[in-house]
């Protein structure tokens, strides 16, 4: 007998199913999207007898992140026809990949189509815009459905509403529906363009948006060992998509080209992430990547140090990893992505004070965290095991 928590909308969205792969179709729903930009907020929808509806709201972790809103008074905008329910449109890649996609998943079971993709705004601001990026991959799914974001109290005629079957938290792996949508319609007409061996490069980014210092240096050594440097943000969804589906051997710095490549990464693919910074959010991408693509990718954490912001101290998005490049082709090494990289030199004290200079890093702003040296010992433990379980894979599959 199926556990009945499993189907209340209120309780978390689980990656083993329950209201996650349900839908609900709702006639004369009312969409009331957010008046203030925040993490989380008051946003969502309400059946036509005035009802919050629990099953449209976002999660992220153990918590809804858009929250029961005030009923709204009068409703003059109205919609017509039949809509399915997308949720918060993130601008964000990252997160418009893991959040905003969630519920697409039911583009794969409908038992009559729809007009197309509701969203509402994350950020009041942007109000109904929407980017390329967010249109493609909705084509991608289905080819022609248009997507429509509503930033004022809105009434529809018909809103069909799935459940949530990705996300962040434990939901990271996606439900059985969703990872199966994913894989029988997602970009299923790209056909597998381009070379073998890629590095997924954040270094055109900046510092500012997750760079990591010395990452030039790294591509160059890279280069030398038949690696082309690929910078995604450069090319469509489509064109991306291509490369990932050719590619044999992936090394990417962490971030969110990854949580696009698991889409369509596939398990003979062999993937190697490289850390930007000293936090616990990589094992969400390492699981969305392992659940996926049904591959166990190898995780290198080799940072020399991390620069944090003098007045914010902490590892967040304002931080920036400076890479141990001796380290991190020991590592590649000995997984076999590839055939040198035990040379590979640790900057002396010149070099790395011309680097930050090169690069804007001033010490009076910016300061180098101290490190943790029983937190190090664990990390280079489980590395250094990665790395050998690795390697024993690509000798077995030699």
């Known amino acids: 007998m199926r556990d009945p928590v499993d189907f209340d909308p209120t309780s978390l969205p689980s990656a083993k199913g329950g209201?996650?792969?349900?839908?609900?179709?709702?006639?004369?729903?009312?969409?009331?999207?957010?008046?203030?930009?925040?993490?989380?907020?008051?946003?969502?929808?309400?059946?036509?007898?005035?009802?919050?509806?629990?099953?449209?709201?976002?999660?992220?972790?153990?918590?809804?992140?858009?929250?029961?809103?005030?009923?709204?008074?009068?409703?003059?905008e109205t919609l017509a026809g039949r809509w399915l329910w997308g949720g918060v449109l993130w601008a964000h890649f990252g997160h418009f990949l893991v959040e905003s996609t969630a519920r697409l998943w039911a583009l794969a079971e409908l038992d009559a189509p729809v007009d197309g993709v509701l969203f509402m705004p994350k950020r009041p601001a942007v109000g109904e815009e929407t980017r390329g990026f967010q249109r493609e991959f909705v084509h991608l799914m289905q080819a022609d459905l248009p997507i429509r974001v509503v930033a004022a109290p809105t009434r529809v005629e018909e809103l069909v509403v799935p459940g949530q079957g990705f996300g962040l938290g434990e939901i990271i792996e996606g439900t059985p529906k969703y990872r199966q949508a994913i894989h029988s319609q997602f970009a299923r007409d790209i056909k597998?363009?381009?070379?073998?061996?890629?590095?997924?490069?954040?270094?055109?980014?900046?510092?500012?948006?997750?760079?990591?210092?010395?990452?030039?240096l790294l591509e160059e050594f890279l280069v030398k060992e038949g690696y082309e440097i690929y910078h995604p943000q450069e090319h469509s969804l489509s064109a991306q998509?291509?490369?990932?589906?050719?590619?044999?051997?992936?090394?990417?710095?962490?971030?969110?080209?990854?949580?696009?490549?698991?889409?369509?990464?596939?398990?003979?693919?062999?993937?190697?992430?490289?850390?930007?910074r000293h936090s616990t959010a990589h094992t969400l991408l390492t699981e969305n990547v392992r659940h996926f693509c049904k591959c166990d990718p190898l995780v290198i954490g080799a940072l020399r140090t991390e620069w944090m912001p003098k007045d914010k101290q902490r590892s967040s998005r304002l931080s920036f990893g400076e890479l141990n490049h001796a380290v991190i082709g020991q590592a590649l090494h000995e997984g076999g992505f590839i055939t040198g990289g035990l040379d590979w030199p640790l900057l002396d004290k010149d070099a790395r004070k011309q680097l930050l200079k090169d690069k804007g890093i001033k010490t009076r702003r910016f300061v180098e965290a101290t490190p943790d040296p029983e937190r190090e010992r664990i990390r280079a433990e489980r590395q250094a095991r990665r790395a050998r379980r690795a390697a024993r894979e690509a000798e077995n599959q030699s």
């Open 19 to 76: 209201w996650s792969e349900s839908v609900e179709t709702l006639r004369g729903a009312v969409v009331v999207p957010p008046v203030e930009s925040d993490m989380v907020q008051e946003a969502g929808l309400f059946a036509s007898d005035g009802s919050y509806v629990a099953r449209g709201a976002l999660w992220r972790r153990h918590r809804p992140i858009t929250i029961a809103p005030k009923a709204p008074g009068e409703v003059s």
């Open 192 to 216: 597998a363009e381009g070379p073998e061996k890629i590095y997924i490069s954040r270094s055109k980014l900046g510092l500012r948006k997750g760079g990591l210092l010395g990452e030039e």
């Open 241 to 276: 998509l291509a490369v990932y589906k050719a590619a044999r051997q992936v090394i990417a710095a962490d971030g969110s080209a990854l949580h696009l490549f698991a889409m369509v990464g596939q398990p003979d693919q062999r993937v190697a992430m490289i850390l930007r």
